[in-house]
């Protein structure tokens, strides 16, 4: 620890002297990030293109500065909105040791502190003057003066090697750095870089912001170049409509084909991407409600998309009814049901939600209800992913069924989804749902934190059983028995008085 503090405080004197603005106020905080990110081992590597003529000896003691932009583009590509990867190439000074070649994996075990170890980069070259020989690439931020420590120059001495330390020009190539890297040389200095995006299929999808449109092209086209399989990017140009949960994009780069496959959670799904709704960041969410259903479940898919939680479940063997309004949804749910080989265990419906549930859901509810026993282990799970729209549905299930009421074991479980910007979501949720319901969910429900949508604002999941006095309504008593009942009462009332 006492060596490691030293050398970040050596490494924050160099970026004091030599990389950044004097004025504290001034300093950049990425740039100072990617100092301490070198030092410890986190920015990826760079391929080695090696030149003749390129490598000379220096004295031992060389003057006290390490090249702190080693790992950053050449700062000309400030402001590039179309990619010209030449411009990306740079020569940078760093220390090697001559060795000879025999000694050379005896030496990086020797001296793995100080070799310079990152993805991607050689870190032995040949020698341009001496084929019996190797150059060994050593990390210029780990040695002062560019000059080798006495536990070093003792390891050395054992193996017989020289303890000069020489310069070598080493030229960086566009191909050498990571995409963020890039980014960041390229955006105005202090602008947010995003080199993140969600990933389907061969499709790239980002959400870029204002300051980053005019990168827009140069952007798509590094992330091609960067994720191999990625051969088209889209950004979203609007937010999801809630009709149909598609929204519009534009190709930034790559070929203009949206149809893809995916894979989640060992189950393949083809699409078009740009005519439905897909999030890969719901995955785990996908999975967690069907690791709640047993084999003989029955599943109500309100609001089903292409089949994430319908598909599954019925590879489970659960009874499922699935359902979306989209034409195309519904389209690429048939596909991809008769793909998984579950075509025969889907009941899929093309139907506005609020019509699904009172139609089919009403329909099957009422002839199952009835028929269960005391013994039989059949649940019943509504689920409605329409986070933007699905808490207002909830008002179906006042008097939704005849009858009377089921064992408690037999009410459906519902899982709505819903997004909040409330302190507290969680609690925001239930009072919506307790409203639409009318009635308290108050310990009869759970709520569970789904995903970070943006900045305040939460992707929530409450789950909960249909109370019974909510679902089944209540017998009405005919108007001639009211009629009789109110005649007898007060016949009643006058022998008394």
Same mark, same amino acid.
């Given at each position: 620890w006492v060596l490691t503090l030293w050398r970040i405080g050596y490494s924050a004197r160099l970026l004091k002297s030599n990389c950044f603005r004097t004025a504290a106020s001034n300093t950049s905080f990425p740039a100072v990030w990617m100092l301490l990110a070198q030092y410890s081992g986190r920015v !990826? &590597? +760079?391929?080695?293109?090696?030149?003749?003529?390129?490598?000379f000896t220096m004295p031992e003691t060389v003057e006290d500065k390490a090249n702190l932009e080693l790992y950053l583009p050449h700062p000309e590509v400030r402001g590039m909105t179309r990619l010209?990867? #030449?411009a990306f190439k740079r020569t940078v000074v760093v220390p090697v040791l001559k060795v000879k070649k025999e000694i050379v994996n005896t030496l990086l075990k020797s001296l793995k502190h100080t070799v310079l170890q990152r993805p991607g980069l050689k870190r032995v070259v040949e020698d341009p003057e001496d084929e019996d020989s190797r150059l060994v690439i050593l990390d210029p931020h780990k040695i002062s003066e560019f000059s080798l420590g006495e536990s070093d120059r003792e390891v050395l001495k054992q193996l017989n090697v020289h303890p000069e330390v020489s310069k070598y020009n080493l030229e960086l190539t566009y191909e050498n750095?990571?995409?963020? #890297?890039?980014l960041r040389a390229v955006l105005p200095e202090g602008q947010e870089v995003t080199s993140g995006f969600s990933r389907v299929g061969h499709i790239a999808h980002l959400n870029l912001r204002d300051h980053q449109l005019p990168y827009r092209h140069l952007i798509g086209q590094v992330i091609i170049d960067k994720n191999p399989g990625i051969t088209c990017v889209v950004n979203k140009t609007n937010i999801i409509d809630s009709t149909y949960r598609n929204f519009q994009m534009e190709v930034l780069a790559g070929e203009s084909n949206l149809v893809t496959k995916v894979k989640e959670n060992n189950i393949t799904y083809e699409l078009d991407f740009s005519k439905v709704y897909w999030n890969p960041r719901l995955s785990t969410e996908h999975g967690r409600i069907v #690791? =709640? =259903?047993k084999p003989s479940d029955v599943l109500f898919d309100?609001? $089903? &998309? %292409? &089949? !994430?939680? $319908?598909? !599954? $479940?019925?590879?489970k063997k659960c009874r499922v009814f699935a359902n979306d309004l989209n034409p195309e949804s519904y389209s690429w749910l048939l596909?991809?049901?008769? =793909? /998984?080989?579950? *075509? /025969?265990? %889907?009941? $899929?419906f093309n139907? *506005? &939600?609020r019509d699904f549930l009172l139609g089919p859901v009403r329909e099957e +509810?009422?002839?199952? +209800?009835? =028929?269960l026993k005391e013994e039989q282990k059949t649940s019943f799970h509504i689920v409605m992913n329409l986070p933007a729209l699905a808490i207002e549905f909830l008002d179906v299930f006042q008097h939704f069924l005849a009858g009377e009421p089921c064992s408690a074991a037999g009410l459906p479980t519902v899982h709505c989804y819903g997004f909040s910007k409330h302190d507290d979501p969680a609690k925001d949720v239930r009072e919506r749902a307790e409203a639409s319901l009318g009635t308290s969910l108050d310990g009869r429900c759970s709520t569970y934190l789904v995903r970070n949508v943006a900045p305040n604002k939460e992707m929530l999941c409450i789950s909960f059983q249909i109370p019974a006095e909510v679902l089944y309504k209540r017998p009405s008593i005919p108007a001639s028995k009211r009629l009789c009942s109110s005649r007898d009462f007060s016949e009643e009332k006058l022998k008394k008085s």
């Open positions: !990826p &590597g +760079l391929f080695v293109v090696v030149k003749k003529n390129n490598f010209n990867r #030449e750095f990571k995409s963020e #890297e890039i #690791e =709640l =259903l309100v609001f $089903a &998309g %292409i &089949g !994430p939680f $319908a598909i !599954p $479940a019925a590879k596909h991809n049901c008769k =793909l /998984n080989k579950v *075509d /025969n265990k %889907i009941k $899929a139907m *506005d &939600g +509810l009422s002839r199952e +209800l009835p =028929l």
